[in-house]
């Protein structure tokens, strides 16, 4: 019998972590092509939504995530535009505080949430609740000294608006497809086993990491490799129609998008899991006509040594 390494429990945390919100890529550069009817450059490639940054030695630096702003793809509509904005569950506390200045500059921002429609938390998250996947963030801000993004988002702000399945539409859609809870953790968990041939070096990175004198620094870049190392894993969770994670969720934030554009509203962000954002780019290509024109970067995790901060 194969026996399960270390690096592949790191590994289905990390992507357990990811599928809620999270996905990594290395940086690279967007194909671009000019806008219809302007000379305003749009990307027609595939969309990067979270980064690991390095240095010349190839040590990470940072993990960031990315702002990137959709347009009408004719360059004579100036309006709507949509900011998919990747949300990273934790991070650090001044990626929070620069999400909360830029969120009072939209019209209206859609978050996510599993929660009765009209849902807004409460200052500091006190009522984030007992579900799996918020205890497993908020356990992971204390173990990689990081902040939860429940407790560190202005949601009372009045142009925040609830854009999420409730509980009861969020269990139908997973029961219309057969899924729960643990078939989806099982099938991260099965990826991660699938790579095992890849852990190897991560073996060594989390023994080292747990007794590294600054744990949380080493823990984090252990995450962040991981993070980057299985980027794939979503489409293996998601498979061919999707899931109610991902899609079905999606679905109902495209809806309410929907609403605010047609009651007028013109600079708009949606604030969900990175991990939720190249379905959100599809659709608002071939539904809303909108096409990605810029990309902004916000460092999430801090990945270098205190001194060099």
């Given amino acids: 019998m194969m026996a399960v390494r270390p690096a592949i429990v790191l590994a289905a945390c990390a992507i357990f972590l ?21 000379k305003k450059e749009a990307s027609e490639g595939k969309v990067q939504f979270l980064r690991l940054v390095r240095d010349a030695k190839r040590n990470p630096l940072s993990m960031e995530a990315a702002i990137v702003r959709y347009a009408p793809r004719d360059c004579r509509q100036s309006h709507p535009t949509v900011d998919l904005v990747a949300a990273v ?66 949601y009372t702000r009045p142009n925040l608006v609830h854009a999420d399945l409730s509980p009861e539409e969020f269990a139908q859609a997973m029961r219309k497809r057969g899924e729960s809870f643990w078939t989806l ?56 129609d999707g899931s109610a994670l991902i899609a079905d969720r999606n679905k109902k934030a495209l809806e309410v998008l929907r ?10 962000a949606i604030f969900y899991g990175a991990g939720h954002m190249e379905d959100f780019d599809k659709h608002l290509r071939e539904d809303f006509g909108l096409v990605p024109i810029e990309t902004r970067w916000l460092v999430a995790w801090d990945l270098k040594p205190q001194k060099r901060r």
């Fill in 89 to 154: 569950h934790i991070g650090e506390k001044a990626y929070y505080r620069e999400l909360n200045r830029r969120f009072a500059q939209y019209d209206v921002v859609l978050y996510e949430l599993v929660a009765p429609e009209g849902t807004r938390i409460a200052p500091g998250g006190k009522d984030v609740g007992k579900h799996p996947v918020s205890m497993l963030q908020s356990f992971m801000t204390d173990v990689l000294e990081l902040e939860f993004q429940l407790r560190a988002i202005d």
């Fill in 18 to 38: 990811a599928v809620a919100g999270q996905r990594a890529g290395l940086a690279a550069e967007q194909p671009k092509t000019k806008r219809e009817g302007g």
């Fill in 185 to 240: 953790f099982l099938r991260m968990w099965g990826y991660a086993m699938s790579r095992q041939a890849d852990a190897a070096e991560s073996d060594a990175a989390l023994l080292l990491a747990l007794f590294s004198k600054d744990r949380a620094l080493a823990l984090k870049r252990a995450f962040a490799e991981q993070f980057e190392q299985f980027g794939g894993s979503l489409s293996a969770l998601e498979g061919p």
């Fill in 259 to 268: 609403k605010q554009i047609d009651a007028g509203k013109k600079q708009i």
